[in-house]
């Protein structure tokens, strides 16, 4: 497997060989189908449907069992494989655009963190997150940009096989107008990460919304 780092004269990614990263991918997690659309499990999908809105975009064409949008050698993507087996999708993607895993971010919910509070980070461990270890296995490591979009209650997570429940439940009512701002935020993040890099985005997006 190649290892990719940051060109000395540009913001591409290049590998050991030479050969530069085609493009980026900002690949958002969920579960396919009417039933889990407004459920916290699906924020990620979310997140990439605000970024394609953005652009003008349809998630609609089909590549790796993922509905796709592009836009300038950025590829938005929806895995269509449910959560746990978003693996496919990522490596598939991966092998056939030619990108960098240090060039693909992962958008998805983190029942650990407050509902609109983002976290962004460069690499790490998929944290019992079934949906983030199924790329990070596929991909064969664990050097992927991820954000993570908080969705826990003021309560924090319940325990147990209760936070099976929770998570594919959909938000409260009194707590829509947070997950919009949440929605929004993330999309600014995406695009920061995309145009300025990880640790800039970083500094300006991780934790909870302003006041």
Request: charged share 25%; net charge negative; with cysteine.
């Amino acid at each position: 497997m190649s290892l990719y780092v940051m060109s000395e004269t540009s913001s591409e990614l290049v590998d050991s060989e030479g050969e530069v990263s085609a493009g980026q991918i900002i690949l958002g997690l969920g579960n396919p189908g009417e039933r889990y659309v407004a459920t916290r499990h699906n924020v990620g999908f979310r997140v990439v449907e605000e970024l394609a809105r953005r652009r003008h975009l349809r998630l609609e064409s089909i590549e790796c069992n993922s509905l796709v949008a592009e836009d300038n050698g950025l590829l938005l993507v929806a895995p269509q494989t449910f959560m746990n087996r978003s693996g496919y999708a990522a490596r598939c993607l991966q092998e056939r655009r030619g990108v960098a895993s240090q060039a693909m971010l992962i958008v998805y919910d983190e029942i650990h963190l407050s509902l609109g509070t983002l976290r962004l980070r460069p690499s790490g461990s998929p944290a019992g997150h079934r949906g983030l270890e199924s790329i990070l296995e596929s991909l064969g490591t664990d050097q992927v940009p991820r954000l993570r979009l908080g969705v826990s209650g003021e309560e924090g997570p319940p325990a147990g096989d209760r936070l099976v429940e929770f998570v594919l439940e959909p938000f409260r009512e009194d707590e829509k107008t947070r997950l919009e701002a949440m929605i929004l935020r993330a999309a600014d993040a995406c695009e920061a990460w995309a145009s300025e890099g990880a640790e800039m985005a970083m500094q300006r997006f991780n934790g909870p919304p302003p006041d």
